[in-house]
Every structure is written in C-alpha cells, then in structure tokens.
C-alpha cells in the first residue's frame, strides 16, 4: 500500500469525527442546557491551553522511536475523553471531558501533517491529495449528521465523534507507515527537544508567521461555534445547514487537490495575504445574515480563508524551520493558529453571540484585518525566498 493511500485513509478516520464535532458539538451543548457564554467558554478552554500542552506533547511525541507510537495513545486517550461527554455532570464535567478530547486529538494533526510533508517531498505527491481526502470525509461525515440529527437527539454527536477517535486510533496502527521519528537513529535526550522549541520562539519570523496564521484562522471562531444556531433560527433546516458546510469543505478540497501547481507559483506569502482578504470579506458579509441563496457563494470562500491560509502557514513554518525542529514548530504553529488565538475569539464569540447575535462575525472581521496586516509584512520579510 502506497504512502499516500496510506496517510489518506488516517485523514479520513480522523475527519470523520471533526466533521461533526466542529459544526455540531455546539448544538450538543445547548440541547445540555449551556447558554451561549458558557458554550463559548466550553469550547475556548483547550484552545486556550494549547500554546502549552501542544509544544509539550509535541516534544513528549518526540521521545518516542517511531511517529505513530504517541498517535495511538493520543487517539485513544481523545475518546475516552469524547465519551465522558455523555456523563459530564454540568458544565464543569463537560469542559474538562472536552478539554481531554480535543486536546489530545488535536496533537494527532500537526504529527501526521509532518510526516504527510515529508512523504510528499520524499515520493512526489501532492500532500494536499491525501489531506483533501480527509476534508471529503469530514463533507460526508457533516451531511450524515445533519440527517441523522432530523430523526435523532443530540446524544449520538458525542457517541459518533468517540468512536471515530478510536477508529483513528486503530488507523494509527494499522495504516500509518512505521517512520522513525528522528532519521539518523539518535534519540535527543529531552532537555535538547526543549532547547530548540526555545530557539524558535526567539526566531521573529517565525512567530510572525504564526501569529499571523493564527489571527487569520482564528477569525473562524463565530463561524465555528455559532454559524449551525444562527442558521437555524433563519429557518434553514438540519440538511441544508450540513449541506452548506459542505460546499465550505468541498471548495477546500478542491483547493487541496487541483491547485496544488498554483499554489506553488504564487508562494506561501502571497497565498496567506489572499486567505486574508478572502477572510475580511466573508465576515463582513455573515455579519448581515445574508439569504441562503447567497451563504452558497460565500461558503465558497472556505478555500481561502481556510484551505489557502492553512495550507500557507504549513508551508511557511517547513520553510522556516530546520528539519529537527520540526515537529515542535508544526505543533506551536497549530497550538497558536488553531489554539490560543482560535480558543480566545471563541471566548468572546459566546457573549457576542448572547448580545449581537449575527453582529459577532464584525468582531471576526477586525480578526481577519489584523491577520492581512500581518501577512502583508510576512511577504515584505521572507517573500524573497521562493519555496518548493
């Protein structure tokens, strides 16, 4: 079996729960009573920590010979985690359950994402191939939900997105290629792996990058949060609400897949500067409830605001990094982008929610500006040096 078979089917395990957690783990949490701040505060909490447990993951996942090792055991501790959902007493038992889950799992993405890079480069394929393979199943795994929640109460959200973090777990070991996490066989001791997560944070590209992709990706939060409730109480029904997350995953996809040639033209630097724009202008236009008729075209932006400034960021922080760091630097990078700056507009997506309702994405736009600020500077310090 082929690397990128292999690394595609543990996309697809993978996605397959955070296609229904992102957009409907929301809706879990109401029908339990949680007014909008407290869901808010449900769902910041791991983001918010990850700038810590993130890199100290990372370098703990580095101790370890081969790479899928600390995959196994990380997907296994997130479902048990997503299964104590289903027993939390309040909200104190669900943010510490949700806590577990998510922030295991999300340790798993940066470490495959390493691997996925390196095979690409090493055998020649698009790493976009095997990652849009994993959004495609997040497309399916959101439109199921949304049909099953027309007949089901929201108890099955939490039972689906556990056992898919089992099924990643038994991909990690049935699937993923048995890569050494440290080339030349030398294991550093771990006061070595601290040193160079040390260095990166004194390297002032690097964190501008990260910052940068951080303000950009984070500006999702409302839109991750609060876009399913919103849409319903426009009286878009449970199917069309999956299917219009669905064109947003799809148009990744298709980013991912088909303009892999163009993306490397244009550059990391410019590509994040598009994210940007592409960002402020969605916002802007959620901000005003617009008609179902035109949430269609403005899903479509997904490929950028999304796909093109993830994608940019991952490219960006390879090409920044030596190759020993680099787990620890994909790892920061997903801690600040899909952590800390995610987690603390989370925060403060909830109370906006409670008081502005649709109003909220206002604040996501100002986000997203910040964000296009930044990679305007990015492309003017490091745009010179075209990667491959």
Request: aromatic residues 10%; glycine residues 10%; proline residues 6%.
């Amino acid at each position: 079996m082929s690397s990128l078979t292999r690394l595609s089917i543990f996309y697809v395990a993978m996605y397959l729960g955070t296609g229904v957690s992102l957009p409907y783990i929301g809706t879990y949490l109401r029908d339990r009573g949680m007014s909008g701040a407290a869901i808010g505060l449900i769902l910041a909490i791991p983001m918010l920590a990850r700038p810590f447990t993130g890199p100290a993951l990372a370098v703990w996942a580095d101790g370890f010979t081969l790479r899928r090792s600390p995959m196994i055991l990380l997907s296994l501790g997130a479902g048990l985690g997503y299964a104590a959902l289903l027993i939390a007493p309040g909200a104190l038992g669900l943010a510490i359950a949700w806590f577990i889950g998510q922030t295991l799992l999300s340790t798993v993405s940066p470490l495959v994402d390493v691997m996925a890079l390196r095979r690409a480069r090493a055998e020649s394929f698009n790493y976009g191939l095997p990652r849009g393979t994993g959004s495609t199943a997040f497309i399916v795994a959101n439109l199921i939900m949304g049909v099953v929640l027309t007949v089901a109460v929201p108890t099955v959200i939490p039972v689906w997105i556990a056992a898919s973090a089992f099924l990643t777990a038994v991909a990690a070991r049935l699937v993923i290629p048995a890569d050494p996490v440290h080339t030349d066989g030398a294991k550093p001791i771990g006061a070595d792996r601290w040193k160079g997560l040390g260095a990166l944070l004194k390297d002032r590209n690097f964190l501008l990058a990260v910052v940068t992709a951080g303000l950009i990706q984070g500006a999702h939060a409302f839109y991750y949060g609060f876009s399913t409730i919103l849409w319903r109480g426009q009286g878009i029904s449970e199917p069309v609400i999956g299917l219009l997350w669905g064109v947003g995953v799809a148009a990744e996809v298709a980013f991912m897949w088909f303009l892999e040639p163009w993306r490397r033209r244009i550059g990391p630097e410019k590509l994040m500067i598009l994210g940007g724009i592409a960002a402020v202008l969605r916002w802007l236009a959620y901000a005003f409830s617009p008609p179902l008729w035109l949430l269609f075209p403005l899903q479509g932006l997904h490929a950028l605001t999304f796909a093109a400034s993830f994608l940019a960021s991952l490219r960006l922080i390879e090409k920044l990094t030596p190759p020993a760091n680099a787990s620890a630097a994909q790892a920061l990078n997903s801690a600040l982008s899909g952590g800390f700056t995610l987690g603390i507009a989370t925060l403060l997506a909830g109370p906006l929610f409670d008081a502005s309702n649709a109003f909220g994405y206002l604040a996501m736009a100002v986000m997203a500006a910040l964000g296009l600020v930044g990679a305007i500077a990015l492309n003017r310090r490091t745009g010179r040096v075209q990667m491959v």
